[in-house]
């Protein structure tokens, strides 16, 4: 896929990773670019830099999504590409709060469910539409210290998959982006966790902008998964070959970066 003259709505566009693929995909020449955030005022910011049109969404919330479909399709007559990247930090073991699994799942997972729910039917209607679902590579392999956060990107991983499965063949293309540590404001979020796990984190840590490079390049040979840290698809290898020495070696990892939960 190529994004010149394409219309793109990209959730959690007010910042990091979506305000970078936003600005990028103003760069290679989109049509049409839809910013929608929870926060209208970053939305507005990033809007006003990428002559794009700023929507105040709550991801959690399906009519929300409708509204946001629903507006960019009555204003630009199609999306050609949503991508999914709201997300939220969800730390903690299996002990944290039910309300902090539940705010996690709705954000991370059933955000991802009322888009795709939404923009799907008319993707159909005419054969053809690309949705970039942003997980990480805690869906790939785990993230430290952090159950909710983990889980909810396994399932991100998961519902991708079942999309390109289900819809590949109805000229959908599904693409699910794994990154590992971005410089972000999430990153910063990881010092709850432990200062030896965030100086962890910092050091393997890339730009948005090399994101959005990545994002670039994966959607135009529409692989399914886009991985800037090349070294993931290395750590994914090594797990589906040997589960048990890579779940042991993550132990140890969480010892000395962690400690015992």
Not at 127 to 140: K, V
Not at 214 to 234: N, S, Y
Request: overall charge negative; aromatic content about 6%; hydrophobic content about 45%.
């Amino acid at each position: 896929m190529e994004v010149s003259n394409a219309v793109i709505v990209v959730t959690g566009g007010g910042g990091g990773i979506g305000a970078a693929l936003c600005h990028r995909f103003h760069a290679e020449g989109a049509r049409a670019i839809i910013v929608a955030d929870i926060d209208a005022d970053a939305a507005r910011a990033v809007a006003d830099e990428v002559d794009g049109l700023a929507v105040e969404v709550n991801v959690a919330a399906e009519p929300d999504n409708v509204k946001m479909i629903g507006m960019a399709e009555e204003r630009f007559g199609r999306v050609d590409l949503l991508c999914l990247n709201a997300g939220i930090p969800a730390g903690g073991s299996v002990d944290a709060p039910n309300e902090a699994w539940e705010r996690a799942w709705a954000v991370n997972v059933m955000s991802h469910v009322y888009g795709t729910r939404a923009v799907l039917p008319s993707m159909l209607e005419r054969g053809s539409g690309y949705l970039l679902h942003t997980a990480s590579a805690a869906g790939l392999l785990t993230n430290l210290g952090a159950a909710p956060y983990s889980v909810t990107k396994h399932a991100v991983v998961a519902l991708a998959e079942w999309l390109s499965i289900t819809y590949g063949d109805k000229g959908i293309s599904v693409s699910c982006l794994a990154p590992q540590f971005v410089d972000t404001a999430m990153l910063d979020d990881l010092t709850t966790i432990s200062d030896g796990f965030h100086e962890f984190a910092v050091d393997g840590s890339i730009s948005t902008e090399q994101v959005a490079d990545a994002v670039i390049d994966g959607l135009r040979d529409e692989r399914f998964l886009i991985l800037p840290h090349p070294e993931v698809a290395d750590y994914f290898v090594n797990k589906a070959t040997d589960y048990e020495r890579w779940l042991g070696g993550m132990r140890k990892l969480q010892r000395s970066l962690v400690g015992d939960e």
